[in-house]
């Protein structure tokens, strides 16, 4: 690992990074992050999740970190307190809920209060899995509307993703409202400008961190600006090809701890650089 900087923070995605794919940790994950506590590493959990989910899953980990959530949209200090929060506006929250119900479309919201959805389906049964058995009520078109939910996420099958961001692109305002994908099944809209980069760029304004004092890690689209962002990108060994391609580390698998392996490379330059001043 050469790189020129001490890292203060390293921000980590979930699903298809730090989560298996079989949703548990590899065995050396809690020895990582406990050796990163010890040496005064922030670990950041940057995921599309929501705070209920993504506290929930990492409730093994004992992290008492910070969490950049819903793809950038909340992010939240140590103690739990919201740092900063976007949401989606009634305009397009209406061509959204108007689309999803006249194709028998499957769409969750992300709420404050936690996720949401509109009807019963086999994806929201796909979807308890991810979340694992959290709560995901069935809620009328006018709760989701009242809410200041951060984002709305299809799910569907993977071809079918590619053509419903075909449609959205047409229908959407640019100026209104963003798409990524965080999974093949998955087609997330969020606020225009907003993004896992923008959540963590907000909690390092309040941590006094600069982006070069900082890495990140993952392996889907949803996590590309944030690679971007920092001054250590890294991809998991199962990433996608075009985010190894901004990376400057690759680590193994998931599978076989590529988090664990970054955490402990890094405490090892931390200490390298702190002998050199």
Same mark, same amino acid.
């Given at each position: 690992?050469?790189?020129?900087? *001490?890292?203060?923070? =390293? ?6 990074t730090l989560l ?50 819903? #793809?950038?949209?909340?992010? $939240? ?8 929060? #976007?949401? =989606? ?57 009242? *809410? !200041?939910?951060?984002k709305i996420v299809?799910?569907? !099958? ?5 053509? $419903?961001?075909?449609? =959205? ?15 093949? !099944?998955?087609? !997330? ?7 896992? *980069?923008?959540? $963590?760029?907000?909690?390092? =304004? ?15 689209r949803n996590d ?15 990433? $996608?090809?075009?985010?190894? %391609? ?13 988090? %664990? ?17």
């Amino acid at each position: 690992m050469k790189y020129s900087e *001490s890292i203060k923070l =390293l921000a980590i995605d979930l699903d298809g990074t730090l989560l298996c794919r079989d949703l548990t940790f590899h065995s050396q994950i809690p020895l990582a992050f406990s050796a990163a506590k010890a040496n005064d590493l922030y670990i950041v959990i940057a995921t599309g999740r929501s705070i209920q989910s993504a506290s929930h899953i990492v409730k093994p980990l004992n992290h008492e970190g910070h969490y950049v959530c819903s #793809n950038g949209c909340h992010v $939240l200090d140590r103690d739990g307190s919201t740092l900063y929060q #976007n949401h =989606l506006n009634s305009d397009v929250k209406r061509t959204l809920i108007h689309f999803a119900q006249s194709r028998n479309l499957h769409i969750t919201a992300y709420t404050p209060e936690g996720p949401c959805t509109l009807s019963n389906s086999r994806f929201l049964e796909q979807y308890k899995k991810l979340i694992q058995g959290l709560p995901v009520p069935i809620v009328s078109p006018e709760k989701i509307m009242n *809410s !200041e939910a951060h984002k709305i996420v299809f799910i569907a !099958e993977p071809p079918m993703i590619t053509l $419903l961001r075909n449609e =959205l692109n047409s229908l959407l305002p640019k100026d209104q409202a963003d798409m990524t994908e965080s999974a093949p !099944e998955y087609l !997330e809209i969020l606020p225009s400008g907003t993004n896992k *980069s923008t959540g $963590l760029n907000q909690l390092c =304004l309040h941590l006094g961190i600069t982006e070069n004092a900082v890495a990140a890690i993952g392996d889907y689209r949803n996590d590309y600006e944030m690679l971007n962002f920092v001054g250590f990108p890294v991809a998991i060994g199962n990433a $996608l090809p075009e985010i190894k %391609a901004i990376a400057r580390h690759i680590v193994k698998p998931n599978s076989d701890g590529g988090v %664990a392996q970054l955490i402990f490379e890094i405490i090892a330059h931390n200490q390298r650089m702190k002998c050199r001043q």
